[in-house]
């Protein structure tokens, strides 16, 4: 499938920055999108969850889409997150993201109908025939409370234009026999940050990442020293980045994130209801870890780009 054949290595779910009365900062995602592929992100995911992308509009998520294509020029590839939990709304996302030309969409399972495993089969299946887009399916439980099991992800793989799966499960098992059933060239992603490395080990092609919002250059590089089977630089930049991937979840994501880019001056720290800002505590573990890996120098403020 044409697009995503080459398709490794770190990706970053990217957030949606936002101005004080709450629309989207469109020149702050420019200067990000610049600032991620400056740093030499893999590729680029926009409107996913870490986008807040629930709280978008569909024109909102439209023109999201369309800055992050302009400003990235096709340096990287660009996944689109296209997900819903209506079947028809995710095709016509799909479509719609298709003519703006991205080179594939990353589609969660649907969320809070908690379909069957044959419901969430013929949910991709109707996607899949919808589009020529290259689809990565995005498993995540904790979100959507249903499991994608493997038997059902190695059904979706037999359709040509899903290719890969974004795996956030938790479930490192799952995850591996996955990888050693499915056919040669079916791609997993990490969907966790902190399971990037196991799952790279066990023949994964990298990870789609939150902690690379902030650190793009070290996630980045630790994704490609266990492509590289560079095992020592793995392990000593996983155990950088860990304190920084789990703190990003301290509190609901973005959350943490958002609050943490604002300390490094790359947007403002506003979200949209029902996310709000992240407590005290959180705030001052965020900026003890983002000194610690020089990705600010002492205390600051909250700053715009």
Not at 30 to 52: A, K
Request: proline share 6%.
């Amino acid at each position: 499938m044409p697009g995503l054949e080459n398709l490794r290595g770190c990706g970053t779910a990217i957030v949606t920055p936002f101005k004080d009365r709450g629309a989207v900062d469109e020149d702050a995602l420019r200067s990000f999108v610049e600032f991620q592929i400056s740093e030499g992100i893999d590729f680029l995911v926009p409107c996913g969850t870490t986008g807040e992308t629930p709280t978008l509009s569909d024109d909102e998520q439209r023109r999201v889409i369309e800055i992050v294509i302009e400003t990235a020029r096709s340096r990287v590839p660009i996944i689109a997150g296209a997900g819903s939990n209506s079947t028809i709304h995710v095709i016509e996302l799909a479509r719609r993201y298709e003519q703006l030309g991205v080179d594939g969409i990353l589609s969660v399972t649907g969320y809070y109908n908690k379909p069957t495993q044959e419901g969430i089969y013929q949910h991709y299946k109707a996607v899949a025939e919808s589009t020529s887009l290259p689809i990565i399916v995005y498993n995540v439980p904790s979100r959507t409370a249903v499991n994608i099991l493997p038997n059902t992800l190695l059904r979706l793989a037999e359709i040509p234009s899903i290719v890969g799966v974004k795996e956030a499960s938790g479930d490192i098992s799952q995850v591996a026999e996955i990888i050693t059933r499915a056919a040669p060239g079916f791609k997993v992603l990490a969907g966790d940050d902190s399971i990037a490395l196991p799952l790279i080990a066990l023949g994964g092609v990298g990870v789609i990442a939150v902690a690379s919002n902030e650190a793009p250059r070290l996630m980045t590089a630790m994704t490609r020293a266990c492509l590289d089977n560079n095992w020592d630089e793995a392990r000593r930049l996983n155990a950088m980045l860990f304190p920084l991937m789990k703190a990003n979840f301290i509190e609901t994501s973005p959350g943490p994130v958002k609050a943490a880019l604002a300390m490094m001056g790359k947007i403002k720290e506003i979200y949209r209801l029902p996310m709000v800002p992240v407590m005290p505590e959180t705030r001052e573990k965020l900026l003890a870890i983002l000194v610690n890996l020089k990705l600010i120098q002492g205390r600051t403020e909250s700053s715009s780009i």
